[in-house]
């Protein structure tokens, strides 16, 4: 018989196991609904960790693998900030996580102030019951114990006969033996009586504390410089959140969570505010626009070749963590110009230039990158529109051919690979030439020309001569930019006047240019004072094309 009342008691255990769990859904249908959703993307989980499996030796084995992913990573097209714009699922993904967070701000949540309500939670009924269980079970103990025992033996005898008849009878024996047990304690039970008017005036307490919280306006949280749910800004941050979680809801709110919570600790409000110094500018800068119109940042890590940089930024954590400051505040700053409105640019272009790069050597560096990476992950979702590699050594082709397999084809889709030859015209393939700088093969400098200035690109074939013509139909002072990428070809100018009797005027004898230096762009004027034409003219002798770049600009003169 006790057998049997024990594996009663544990048949009645196993729901009361789940009884936190169901009510929780019940009481937010947010919960619910992405729990309903949740499992769709199972199948999509189980298929990625199949991938790497067969794709790490085709790419390490076929070298053209490279080759073929740059024209994809040129076809990735950035996805919508318009809520509008999205599925069904996804429209619905954005309710139920404004939902969550509404629900947040109302009670407090973000910031861990919510704590004296976490406190006032007990109140509900299921919580109650735990402590009154827990109570009645050390009153039956308090009992005497010939009476109790007396009781259950009388019952067991006659359930022994009424297990052979019925074995359903039993439980209804065993249940009366415990509805009797309990019926007789009750009346012997003065402690409870004395604990009751305790427990009431506990209650007003947390009562009270209701009332004040529900008087408590919602709390005001911006982040990146837009408040939380104020206006359709607030979606697209929110969908950025959404995005780095696949739509989970739940993973996208406590991303979320932690990302506020993480800005507060870390202080990055002040953060922005305060003086960094400016040592590390040639290291990290942001320069022009690419052709949709995202902010372009540089990542120039062969700064760090030079030893009295690299040691006064990594030399110890102190310093590593004042690059990290400095990183995240520069971040900040960037981002807070983007444009949250929905359709608009909220998203950034990052090239990185691995030429001269310390590489996996420098231990510091790696920590430091590491950490950095880190952060930028968990706090800052969904800001990278397309990332750049240029310069790249072949160690560095090598390790992504083993890594690439792991990430996530949306993931990939992002990256750009070029080597030291094929730099230029990667970077001109997604930003205009009057937006590149100089140092990377265009021709955005400080001058008379502005980054607004269009630049023509055309190319020039091998073992030939190429002629470009200005014609100018009246007086005027003439300036023209000529660059010609990796150069090794001659270069002259002159100009052609219109009338018969006039001679031809050498503007720039022809000479050859070479070498790599920044100062590879070639700026002419000539004052024109009759009707003809400037005709640039540029000899390639090597067996391969050239790029040429160039623009001019006409003003008039009061001769």
């Known amino acids: 018989m006790a057998d049997e009342v024990q594996k009663t008691a544990q048949a009645d255990e196993v729901p009361v196991v789940d009884v936190p769990d169901v009510p929780h859904p019940e009481k937010s249908p947010v919960v619910t609904a992405v729990a309903a959703k949740e499992p769709p993307p199972v199948p999509e989980s189980d298929e990625e960790p199949v991938k790497p499996k067969t794709k790490p030796s085709d790419a390490v084995v076929n070298g053209d693998d490279d080759d073929e992913k740059v024209p994809q990573s040129g076809s990735y097209k950035e996805e919508s ?92 024996a065993i249940e009366d033996s415990i509805v009797s047990v309990s019926s007789s304690v009750q009346p012997e039970k003065p402690p409870e009586a004395a604990k009751e008017p305790s427990e009431a005036k506990v209650d007003p307490v947390p009562e009270n504390q209701e009332k004040d919280a529900n008087k408590m306006p919602p709390q005001e949280i911006s982040i990146w410089g837009i408040p939380l749910l104020a206006d359709e800004r607030s979606d697209v941050i929110l969908l950025k959140f959404l995005r780095a979680r696949d739509f989970k809801v739940k993973e996208a709110f406590t991303m979320l969570q932690n990302t506020i919570r993480w800005r507060k600790e870390f202080g990055i409000d002040e953060l922005v505010e305060q003086d960094l110094g400016d040592n590390l500018n040639k290291v990290v800068f942001m320069h022009g626009f690419d052709k949709e119109g995202h902010p372009v940042c540089y990542n120039v890590y062969g700064e760090f070749q030079y030893k009295e940089l690299y040691q006064k930024t990594f030399s110890d954590e102190d310093k590593r963590q004042n690059f990290l400051r400095w990183r995240i505040q520069f971040l900040e700053k960037s981002i807070r110009k983007l444009d949250f409105s929905p359709g608009g640019i909220c998203t950034i272009v990052q090239i990185n230039d691995l030429k001269n790069s310390p590489g996996l050597t420098k231990w510091e560096l790696r920590q430091a990158t590491k950490q950095a990476l880190q952060l930028l992950q968990d ?16 160690w560095y082709l090598a390790v992504n051919k083993m890594i690439s397999p792991f990430l996530t084809q949306r993931t990939r889709s ?31 400098k400080d ?36 660059r010609v990428v990796g150069w090794d070809v001659s270069y002259g100018a002159e100009f052609v006047p219109s009338g018969e009797d006039s001679y031809t005027i050498i503007i720039q004898k022809s000479k050859k240019v070479v070498g790599c230096p920044e100062e590879q762009v070639v700026c002419n004027n000539f004052k024109v004072g009759e009707p003809g034409k400037v005709v640039v003219t540029i000899h390639n002798p090597t067996s391969k094309k050239k790029k040429l770049l160039y623009r001019l600009k006409t003003m008039p003169t009061s001769d």
């Open 414 to 444: 992002k990256f750009v690979f070029a080597g030291p030859s094929k730099s230029a015209d990667t970077l001109f393939r997604y930003i205009a030439a009057e937006q590149v700088p100089v140092k990377y093969g265009g021709l955005s």
């Open 379 to 394: 706090n800052y979702p969904e800001f990278v529109a397309r990332q750049v590699f240029i310069n790249v050594p072949w």
């Open 81 to 172: 900030t318009r809520v509008a714009d999205l599925v069904d699922n996804q429209k619905k993904a954005v309710e139920q996580l404004k939902v969550l967070v509404r629900e947040a701000l109302h009670k407090h949540e973000f910031f861990g102030s919510a704590m004296p309500q976490q406190q006032q939670e007990p109140n509900d009924e299921s919580v109650k019951e735990e402590p009154k269980l827990e109570e009645e079970a050390e009153a039956k103990d308090q009992l005497p114990v010939e009476e109790s025992i007396g009781q259950v033996e009388s019952v067991d005898t006659e359930e022994k006969v009424a297990a052979e008849d019925d074995g359903a009878k039993t439980v209804e």
């Open 447 to 482: 001058g008379e020309f502005a980054n607004t200035d269009a630049v023509i690109e055309e190319t020039i074939k091998p073992a030939a001569k190429h002629t470009v013509e200005f014609p100018v139909t009246e007086a005027c002072f003439l300036t023209w930019e000529v």
